[in-house]
């Protein structure tokens, strides 16, 4: 199984809310990373966070990590119609292990 | 610069042909590593390639090859192709040896009919 597990799998909210998605982990990291999929394309990095921080911002987008209980969340506040893609969490330790991904639908 | 090329964007083979995807990553970048995405399985982790030495590979059966040339380029084989091996795979490449960053490529969407 996937090293990165993200909750919820697909959220569905109205443009200028807020969305979080989370994501937990199994074994220690190095870094923990999120990327954005647009349908059937590549992956975009957007953020990474290391593990000896606990809170990071870049734009509309916080990401937090708990690796106490090895979890990170990515909140993206003021949601546009164009945040609607998918998002994982990838670990490294060694290799990246990518999550499910959550999917995010952002209504106009 | 350039980002990640990936060619063919997509593919369609026959059960039993083999296929040779190629990744053109960005210049200066040493590590190539490919992902298969499938919706059932998600992304997974084919192998890495950093110098034109194979450093990690995933769980996959011996079809899945793979190497890197001396520019950084990359080419992934699946020989024998069977209908399961329908999936985007995805090139990515980083400049040095943790990936800590990764640069993607667009994709082959491979189908096997």
């Known amino acids: 199984s996937q090293q990165g597990e993200e909750d919820p799998q697909a959220l569905s909210i109205q443009e200028g809310e807020n969305a979080t998605m989370n994501c937990s982990y199994k074994?220690?990291?190095?870094?923990l990373q999120w990327y954005r999929q647009n349908s059937g394309r590549g992956l975009v990095h957007l953020i990474l966070?290391?593990?000896?921080?606990r809170e990071k911002h870049s734009g509309r987008l916080r990401v937090t990590l708990d690796t106490s209980k090895k979890s990170s969340s990515l909140l993206i506040t003021a949601s546009r119609a164009a945040d609607t893609a998918s998002y994982f969490c990838a670990t490294y330790a060694g290799k990246s292990t990518f999550g499910d991904g959550t999917t995010l639908t952002v209504k106009p | 610069k350039a980002g990640v090329t990936q060619t063919p964007r997509y593919l369609i083979k026959t059960r039993g042909q083999q296929v040779t995807l190629s990744c053109s990553p960005i210049s200066g970048h040493r590590s190539v590593s490919w992902y298969q995405q499938t919706p059932g399985q998600g992304l997974q982790f084919l192998f890495e390639y950093f110098s034109e030495t194979q450093r990690n590979k995933g769980n996959f059966p011996g079809r899945f090859s793979g190497r890197q040339f001396s520019n950084s380029r990359s080419e992934m084989n699946v020989s024998t192709l069977e209908l399961g091996d329908s999936a985007l795979y995805l090139c990515?490449?980083?400049?040095?040896?943790?990936?800590?960053?990764?640069?993607f490529g667009s994709g082959t969407q491979l189908s096997v009919l």
């Open positions: 966070i290391r593990s000896n921080e």
């Open positions: 074994t220690s990291i190095n870094n």
């Open positions: 990515a490449s980083s400049p040095g040896e943790n990936n800590e960053k990764l640069f």
